[in-house]
Nanobody, 115 residues
């Protein structure tokens, strides 16, 4: 069982920046993937970015060049640096952790971008 705790959401004006953090605890194996998904009202949850323990990253097209995912030295944390935010980035952002055949999700953190 893996527990995830997110922080860093909030309200920001268009063009601004936010940094999301997520810390994982519990039974964590060395080979895993951590990442961020988001869900806007009335829409399905969608991938934002993921990063494997080996360093491979995957970004949604709509965040390339604006968002950067990274992981801490202890490999049980993941960050999302969000720059040049747009109103359409407004959503609840969820941290995710994948290992073997299991997935774990955080409680979500609200990001609101005002125009």
């Amino acid at each position: 069982q893996v527990q995830l705790v997110e922080s860093g959401g909030g309200l920001v004006q268009a063009g601004g920046s936010l940094r999301l953090s997520c810390a994982a605890s519990g039974t964590i194996i060395s080979i895993n993937v951590m990442g961020w998904y988001r869900q806007a009202p009335g829409k399905q949850r969608e991938l934002v970015a993921t990063m494997a323990s080996g360093g491979t990253t995957n970004y949604a097209e709509f965040v390339k060049g604006r968002f950067t995912i990274s992981r801490g030295n202890a490999k049980n944390t993941v960050y999302l640096q969000m720059n040049s935010l747009k109103p359409e980035d407004t959503a609840v952002y969820y941290c995710a952790h994948f290992q073997r055949l299991t997935s774990s999700w955080g409680q979500g953190t609200q990001v609101t971008v005002s125009s």
